[in-house]
């Protein structure tokens, strides 16, 4: 599977609940698949989509989904020691490993290679982390939100894209719509 | 004064309750002083467009919240603070090390010191420069100025204002 058709299987699951999502492609085929105020579309800043659910999740009591890929996790790799340390159970960080930069034309990332970010979570102290084939993502996902323990997922896929447009909504509209989602 | 009191005291005042740090020499004092306040949920972030991030979130969760950094950070954080926080246009008060300036013994600290202003004017982020003990009284009005204008704002802190490195 490739990352729109995981999308698209799991965007049931992630409707109810609070989600940011990774720019570039993850955002556009979330906003296509299923838009909604709960999602909160990263139109740049490759890299913090981790950083801005956790803090998220950090600052209030409802779940929180952070939708990554494994180039953005490698980009602010920094981020799993801090995720680890300051531990919150309303947080899910979903990595979405297709072992490529899928936006920029899907150049090889290293974790495709040598690199197991699997093993790196654990190493960086996560307690939780779940490796998982993308058929198998949907109850691994759900269970994931259901329980009081914080999860990192590395979903492991096929690299591919489908054509979309960009996100032309407003960021300050995308943010305004989201924050009274969490609020609602 | 205490002036590392006074800034934690003015934090709380402003309902500031969110705050990630990137430690500095001149900046530990305030640090702990954020670490020691009951209404502060403190978070350290290993580089500062991570701790942005953070903060992103925050802010988005209901909190207010502040970034504690050198100012080296603002080479590393421009894409940060221009397609983040300020194209969402959020918040952010950014209390700010500012290293390479007078008193200053390290001299590699001079080669980011002569870009930070600049940088920060290309960047349009409204920047207050703190010298003297005194200019510490303006950090209330600035808090409330950040919240109200939706903005990230820097606060530049040189060694003079934090009392120096002592005999050089």
């Not at chain 1, 950083?51 to 980009?75: E, M, N, R, Y």
Request: charge should be negative; charged fraction near 20%.
């Amino acid at each position: 599977m490739i990352r729109s058709e995981i999308l698209k299987e799991i965007a049931p699951i992630l409707n109810p609940h609070l989600v940011v999502c990774n720019i570039g492609l993850p955002s556009q085929e979330l906003h296509m698949i299923d838009d909604n105020e709960r999602n909160f579309y990263m139109l740049g800043t490759m890299g913090l989509s981790s950083s801005i659910g956790f803090g998220l999740a950090l600052a209030q009591d409802k779940p929180v989904i952070s939708i990554d890929g494994d180039g953005s996790v490698l980009t602010n790799l920094g981020t799993l020691p801090t995720i680890a340390n300051n531990a919150t159970g309303n947080y899910t960080l979903l990595i979405i490993d297709n072992g490529s930069y899928g936006s920029t034309g899907d150049q090889p990332t290293y974790a495709g290679m040598k690199t197991n970010l699997t093993d790196v979570a654990r190493a960086c102290g996560c307690d939780n982390v779940i490796e998982v084939q993308d058929k198998d993502l949907g109850p691994v996902l759900q269970g994931a939100i259901d329980s009081d323990e914080m999860t990192i997922i590395v979903c492991k896929c096929d690299s591919g894209n489908i054509k979309l447009p960009v996100i032309t909504l407003d960021p300050v509209v995308i943010r305004h719509r989201f924050m009274e989602a969490v609020k609602a | 004064m205490n002036i590392d009191k006074k800034i934690a005291d003015d934090l709380v005042a402003n309902d500031v309750s969110f705050i990630t740090t990137v430690p500095c020499k001149q900046l530990a004092g305030v640090i702990e002083e954020v670490e020691k306040r009951d209404d502060i949920f403190h978070i350290p972030s290993n580089k500062e467009d991570e701790g942005m991030g953070l903060c992103a979130g925050a802010f988005m969760g209901g909190k207010r919240p502040a970034i504690i950094m050198q100012n080296t950070a603002i080479g590393v954080t421009i894409n940060t603070l221009a397609t983040l926080t300020q194209f969402y246009r959020m918040p952010l008060p950014m209390i700010i090390s500012y290293r390479g300036e007078l008193r200053e013994p390290v001299a590699c600290q001079v080669e980011m010191a002569v870009h930070t202003k600049a940088l920060l004017a290309q960047l349009n982020i409204p920047t207050y420069h703190f010298h003297w003990q005194k200019d510490v009284e303006e950090f209330d009005n600035i808090l409330k100025y950040t919240f109200m204008s939706n903005k990230p704002v820097a606060i530049l802190t040189d060694a003079n204002f934090w009392g120096g490195y002592g005999d050089q």
